[in-house]
């Protein structure tokens, strides 16, 4: 095996989480590797085409997906650097503070080890370095929190009809919040709404992790070994003593450091820990309180959509949303409990898994043409996601069989709570009256999907149910810090990308701030 | 044999794929492997006829553009390089299993009840049995699931004919690339 150079931090996944830690731990003068299973995208490899998006999606060893309701790990999952910040959307909303106090209020779920008001400093310097354009006076469910610091970014013709829709059922919608700049900021381009956002985005008018904290990292001394897949974890006397992965020829490698930095993803953080099971951890490392892998969260999405006669201009704007609406944000309903929130107008082409031609999978031939000619141009859709409570039973767990280094496969079971399913059909229903009163001459839904992943780390006050700390310590190893949103107690209905960035820069900062006695 | 990496990408931003014409390597986009009769890598000639035939009735002009020639071209690289839909839809890779099993089920269905390969049905009976497969309950096919196949398939067709800056054209749907597709080939 080859042995590394010692390192202060290894840091496992170049994603959201990955790179943000990479980048605070080399400005603060420590030296950084960065292990990363694919490749080192740069803003030229982000060609415009849905097709071409593909490539920046999962490409490592498979994960099995099960259950009933199956995770889609292959369209939700990152790959390379940046990971799947690199294809987000930009559509970033807090939680609520209902969100974070789910087992106090309603004796259901989780609560954070932490309350709204803790984390609301956290999303308020995000969103001033990352620069977010919205209207907060507008939105009315918002919780306090600094006004946005650039304007919305324009409405286009789908959005506008589906407004009247919203408006014609007494509901509310206001511009969604988005990681997009309307106007140039932090040395940005403005976004020029032209829909691409899923191939991420070259100009870096919407943020990702290519735009600043991959460079600042690198800039900072950091080192990202690009295809290098990580074997497990290595402990003795209750520390992680180093990180063994298998480098881009396959060789095995063993890197030493002080402090582990797991950042792989909701999936493939549990996985890892599983699969550095030893005589000392028997349960794999960490699993002492056997929550390791379990509460795995995911959304439910409902896709609605209809035909008008107008041009709606449904190939402008942005992926993510133009309008947003959460009146249904609030718990509890006769029609189940769970809050949902509705993505208004996402930028549509006519190809790919969200694309016009999918949401008619009825339709070939001469009937298929017809359709998306007549979708591209008169076309309006919208989303519901849907709060997932966390189940114990959905888990990432490990697979059958063992790979050339005696890895075990990720493996995914999640099912949807009756409460969650019951929400999600409240909201199908809903979207389609809403079509309806917006004035289109059709109105259908999707069938059931799911969008992020959350969960399978929970932090928590209690070492005796959950994994690691309000900072992602974990409670069992103390220099091995886990990041990104598989700390999430419970999920929300909002996407999970800023509070993620939230959550890791009061993580990240606390680390510094007691590197010595972390690292000792 | 698969492409590896480097020659993939060295193609791939040329705008084409390495296709083999008359023993003669060059850089073609399927369109035009398909019109110069370009060799295949993975594909069969027979699997090539029963998907091509197909995604026709998916989605007709899959064809002309060249949908053997695309399909086989991203079935001959790494899965991680891939631009299939399949790769979103959590289906172990490789892929060429799923492939040759849609194709093989398709020949096979056509064999039982019309006595030819699904490339000589008539285009009636293609219709017709192509409707059957996208209702997904089909008690003589013997493949990937029917359903399923038909989501795949047609989001390839798809792909192919719309998805590409030719395709925004003929709908007249302004393309507005940051970085133009030329990797799609």
Not at chain 1, 82 to 104: I, N
Request: hydrophobic share 40%.
């Amino acid at each position: 095996m080859k042995r590394m150079k010692m390192v202060d931090a290894v840091i496992v996944g170049a994603g959201a989480a990955g790179a943000f830690y990479a980048r605070h731990l080399a400005e603060s003068g420590r030296s950084v590797a960065v292990l990363e299973a694919g490749p080192g995208w740069q803003h030229t490899d982000l060609q415009s085409s849905l097709i071409w998006a593909r490539r920046l999606r999962w490409g490592g060893e498979r994960v099995a997906t099960t259950g009933e309701h199956p995770f889609g790990y292959g369209f939700n999952a990152g790959w390379g650097n940046g990971g799947a910040a690199t294809h987000h959307y930009g559509t970033w909303l807090r939680l609520d503070e209902s969100d974070f106090e789910m087992r106090s209020r309603f004796g259901r779920g989780r609560d954070w080890p932490f309350d709204y008001a803790t984390l609301r400093p956290y999303y308020d310097r995000i969103q001033k370095a990352v620069g977010l354009s919205g209207d907060a006076e507008a939105e009315i469910w918002r919780p306090a929190g600094d006004p946005y610091p650039m304007p919305p970014l324009a409405t286009f013709g789908q959005a506008e009809a589906i407004r009247r829709g919203f408006e014609a059922m007494g509901m509310h919608t206001a511009p969604m919040p988005m990681a997009i700049n309307s106007q140039p900021y932090a040395g940005r381009a403005a976004c020029i709404y032209d829909g691409w956002c899923d191939a991420g985005c070259p100009t870096g008018a919407l943020y990702n992790p290519l735009v600043r904290d991959v460079p600042g990292a690198l800039a900072a001394g950091a080192e990202i070994r690009n295809h290098a897949s990580v074997i497990r974890v290595t402990s003795r006397n209750g520390r992680a003593t180093g990180v063994e992965y298998a480098d881009a020829d396959g060789e095995r490698c063993f890197q030493p450091e002080s402090v582990v930095v797991l950042a792989a993803s909701a999936v493939h953080n549990p996985a890892i820990l599983l699969n550095s099971a030893s005589d000392d951890w028997p349960d794999g490392l960490a699993n002492r309180s056997g929550q390791v892998g379990r509460g795995f969260m995911t959304h439910s999405v409902a896709g609605i959509y209809g035909l008008f006669k107008e041009d709606t201009e449904p190939f402008m704007g942005v992926s993510g949303a133009q309008l947003s609406c959460r009146d249904g944000y609030g718990k509890d309903r006769e029609q189940g409990f769970g809050s949902y929130q509705w993505l208004i107008a996402p930028a549509m082409k006519p190809n790919g898994l969200l694309g016009m031609a999918v949401t008619r999978a009825d339709l070939y031939g001469d009937a298929l043409h017809a359709f998306i000619r007549r979708a591209s141009h008169h076309m309006a859709n919208m989303l519901a996601m849907g709060e997932d409570l966390p189940d114990p039973d959905n888990r990432v767990v490990l697979g059958e069989g063992r790979d050339g280094y005696g890895r075990r496969p990720a493996k995914v079971v999640h099912r949807f709570t009756d409460d969650a399913m019951a929400v999600h059909r409240h909201a199908r229903e809903e979207g389609l009256a809403v079509m309806r009163a917006a004035g289109a001459d059709e109105a259908w839904a999707g069938p059931l999907g799911t969008a992020h992943m959350m969960g399978g780390t929970p932090m928590g006050s209690d070492p005796a149910d959950s994994v690691v700390d309000g900072y992602g310590r974990s409670h069992d190893v103390p220099n091995l810090v886990l990041a990104g949103t598989g700390l999430f107690p419970t999920a929300g209905a909002n996407n999970p990308t800023y509070t993620m960035y939230a959550v890791a820069l009061r993580g990240v900062e606390r680390l510094i701030d007691d590197w010595d006695a972390v690292a000792a | 044999m698969p492409l590896d990496r480097r020659t993939f990408l060295k193609g791939a931003t040329s705008g084409a794929v390495l296709f083999t014409v008359g023993g003669v390597p060059a850089w073609l986009t399927p369109r035009e492997a398909r019109a110069e009769g370009a060799d295949l890598r993975t594909l069969t000639p027979a699997q090539a006829r029963a998907l091509t035939a197909y995604g026709e009735v998916l989605l007709p002009g899959a064809d002309e553009a060249g949908l053997a020639h695309y399909l086989d071209a991203q079935l001959s690289v790494d899965p991680a390089e891939s631009l299939l839909m399949i790769r979103y839809l959590d289906v172990p890779a490789p892929w060429n299993g799923f492939y040759s099993g849609v194709a093989h089920a398709l020949d096979a269905l056509a064999q039982r009840r019309h006595d030819c390969p699904f490339a000589e049905l008539s285009a009636d009976a293609a219709h017709d049995l192509a409707g059957v497969i996208a209702g997904g309950e089909v008690a003589d096919w013997a493949g990937p699931p029917a359903g399923f196949a038909h989501f795949v398939l047609r989001a390839d067709a798809v792909d192919l004919v719309y998805g590409r800056p030719e395709g925004f054209d003929a709908l007249n749907v302004p393309y507005m690339a940051h970085i133009d597709p030329e990797a799609v080939a």
